[in-house]
T-cell receptor, first 114, second 118 residues
Framework: GESVGLHLPTLSVQEGDNSIINCAYSNSASDYFIWYKQESGKGPQFIIDIRSNMDKRQGQRVTVLLNKTVKHLSLQIAATQPGDSAVYFCAENIGDTGRRALTFGSGTRLQVQP | GAVVSQHPSRVICKSGTSVKIECRSLDFQATTMFWYRQFPKQSLMLMATSNEGSKATYEQGVEKDKFLINHASLTLSTLTVTSAHPEDSSFYIC??????????????FGPGTRLTVL
């Protein structure tokens, strides 16, 4: 898969505010989407996923919204905490069932100001 | 549950040497493992997909003779960077797709291996 990631846009929020991180995906055939959190020097950590037959899914403090019409995905984090500071990647599942490789978006750095 | 480990976490080697990185699924069987490479401030780029007991499928532009992948069991995959050069310095991350789990498409990632080639 390909990914474009020459620059990391940054979202800066105050502690306690809600954060919204956006992602545009490319392939209209993608049917599974995941948000990952990556802290410096660590591997990506699964946050939440959503399948293409849904447009919203909620977890603990996080909500993922999927708009297939415009191929847009967003991650909402409620009451953002300093521990939420990290780089967030969306990923889409492309490929046949046997392969199921992920293609990652370019990522967004979330900075939470205390 | 769904823990993936990598070893080593950091490795520094001389140019021309080979380095092996291990990826293990600790509490589940992984039908498929993936290897990614990540350069600083960039996203993850898929290098190859490996299925247990079969040859890995490499992405376009990834040299299979340079990045040897062995998926010998349902819990272990190895990536060997042969004749490493400074441009191979990167963060290598593996992931495993769980078998017989609710989210069967979910990939669980290892903590990554920082390779520095001098």
């Amino acid at each position: 898969g390909e990914s474009v990631g020459l620059h990391l846009p940054t979202l800066s929020v105050q502690e306690g505010d809600n954060s919204i991180i956006n992602c545009a995906y490319s392939n209209s055939a993608s049917d599974y989407f995941i948000w990952y959190k990556q802290e410096s020097g660590k591997g990506p950590q699964f946050i939440i996923d959503i399948r293409s037959n849904m447009d919203k899914r909620q977890g603990q403090r996080v909500t993922v919204l999927l708009n297939k019409t415009v191929k847009h995905l967003s991650l909402q984090i409620a009451a953002t905490q300093p521990g939420d500071s990290a780089v967030y990647f969306c990923a889409e599942n492309i490929g046949d069932t046997g392969r199921r490789a992920l293609t990652f978006g370019s990522g967004t750095r979330l900075q939470v100001q205390p | 549950g769904a823990v993936v480990s990598q070893h080593p976490s950091r490795v520094i080697c001389k140019s021309g040497t080979s380095v092996k990185i291990e990826c293990r699924s600790l509490d589940f069987q992984a039908t498929t493992m993936f290897w990614y490479r990540q350069f600083p401030k960039q996203s993850l780029m898929l290098m190859a997909t490996s299925n247990e007991g079969s040859k890995a499928t490499y992405e376009q532009g990834v040299e299979k003779d340079k990045f040897l992948i062995n998926h010998a069991s349902l819990t272990l995959s190895t990536l060997t960077v042969t004749s490493a050069h400074p441009e191979d310095s990167s963060f290598y991350i593996c992931s495993a797709r769980a078998r017989d789990r609710g989210h069967s498409d979910t990939q669980y990632f290892g903590p990554g291996t920082r390779l520095t080639v001098l």
